[in-house]
């Protein structure tokens, strides 16, 4: 069989099958440059698809549209049904060639999981970073940083409505949002008072509910399966002590364990700005992406070559360690598929997708797995993934 035909047969059979199990969606960012970097090294955003049928997994379609890589990697929410995906973008360039806060939000068709195009753009918050959808697919909460808003759209046949928004207390600066397995209510991170703000939805309405305190500049949040916890990472650590005098240099960031029934907190110390976490489809695991100052400038203080990628096992608000294996640098999003025995994490400073094998007790790199990208890869998603 001929390579143009062979891609056919192999299009038209995810673009038939339930493409919420087969499909992931990285959103990749060409804008940002590293120290030394000239500005014509610059790419155009993309948004790739990739094929999760068989391992290893691949790419198999890709559209250009705005991402950015700055921001917690939940920039990028795909539907339950795997028919669409949301993909933010926080940042953008001018006329210039500087970099500004950007408020576009894009819609992208995976009915066609091969050649996935641009259905919608819309105008969220400036700084739209996380998002999410909730499992009914008819509403959709966008956290904009800039504004301290959250971004509310009602979903249609692929298609998005404003619904308005909600202003959060000031110096809030929302990162990321996730709705609740039941849809009635979310969380919204609140990276500037280290808070999380709990959401109540009825109907397209959204309110603010109460808070609890996790720890210094949290980022990202996810729920577990069943709804009863929320964990969450902090990238300054652990909240001060009263009267405690303020912490200089680098602090050891934290992964927060919450009891949404009691607002009991744990929390666990993991490394040196955790960008990431995400649990396996049953919950029994925590992937944890820590940057390791592997995105600092060679020769800084507390520069590292590589970052680290942290498995926890999960029990309620028990997190207990397993392994961790060395990546590449300055890693982004990370996400578990077939179960819990393979991870991938998006790696910028080499613009690639690693792969790991995981077996319950240790991670191996599989470096012949490697998916390679002209942009860099800064947040991802499956159907299912939180």
């Not at 397995?181 to 939805?201: D, F, H």
Request: proline share 7%; glycine share 10%; aromatic share 4%.
């Amino acid at each position: 069989m001929k390579p143009i035909l062979l891609l056919g047969v192999i299009t038209a059979a995810l673009a038939s099958a339930p493409a919420s199990a087969q499909i992931a969606v990285s959103a990749n960012d060409g804008k940002q440059l590293r120290p030394g970097e000239a500005a014509t090294t610059r790419t155009p955003d993309t948004v790739s698809v990739l094929d999760l049928r068989s391992y290893p997994p691949k790419m198999i379609g890709s559209v250009q549209a705005p991402a950015s890589m700055i921001g917690p990697p939940a920039s990028v929410a795909v539907a339950r049904d795997g028919s669409f995906a949301l993909v933010s973008a926080a940042q953008r360039l001018t006329a210039a060639g500087e970099l500004e806060l950007n408020d576009t939000l894009s819609v992208i068709d995976l009915a066609n999981p091969g050649a996935p195009r641009v259905l919608q753009t819309v105008q969220a918050g400036p700084g739209a970073s996380g998002i999410t959808i909730n499992r009914a697919g008819t509403l959709a909460l966008i956290a904009s940083t800039g504004d301290d808003s959250i971004s509310i759209f009602s979903i249609a046949g692929k298609h998005l409505t404003p619904e308005g928004r909600l202003q959060l207390p000031a110096k809030s600066r929302p990162t990321d949002v996730d709705f609740a397995p039941s849809g009635k209510t979310a969380l919204a991170v609140a990276q500037g008072s280290g808070q999380l703000i709990t959401l109540t939805i009825t109907g397209k309405a959204v309110t603010i509910g109460g808070t609890v305190r996790t720890g210094v500049q949290p980022y990202g949040v996810a729920y577990s399966p069943d709804g009863r916890f929320a964990y969450n990472t902090n990238l300054g650590g652990r909240t001060p002590s009263p009267g405690a005098a303020p912490a200089t240099g680098p602090r050891t960031g934290t992964v927060t364990a919450v009891d949404l029934a009691t607002r009991a907190v744990t929390s666990v110390d993991v490394g040196l700005t955790p960008e990431h976490l995400t649990l396996s489809a049953d919950g029994r695991y925590m992937a944890v992406v820590i940057a390791n100052g592997s995105a600092a400038a060679p020769g800084s203080a507390g520069y590292s070559p590589f970052g680290l990628l942290k498995i926890y096992s999960v029990r309620g608000a028990t997190i207990t360690p397993v392994t961790e294996a060395h990546s590449g640098a300055w890693c982004q999003g990370a996400l578990f598929i077939g179960g819990h025995k393979t991870v991938l994490i998006q790696c910028a400073m080499s613009r690639d997708i690693e792969v790991y094998r995981f077996d319950g007790k240790a991670l191996t790199r599989d470096e012949a797995a490697t998916l390679h990208f002209d942009a860099r890869p800064g947040a991802i998603a499956t159907a299912t993934s939180r």
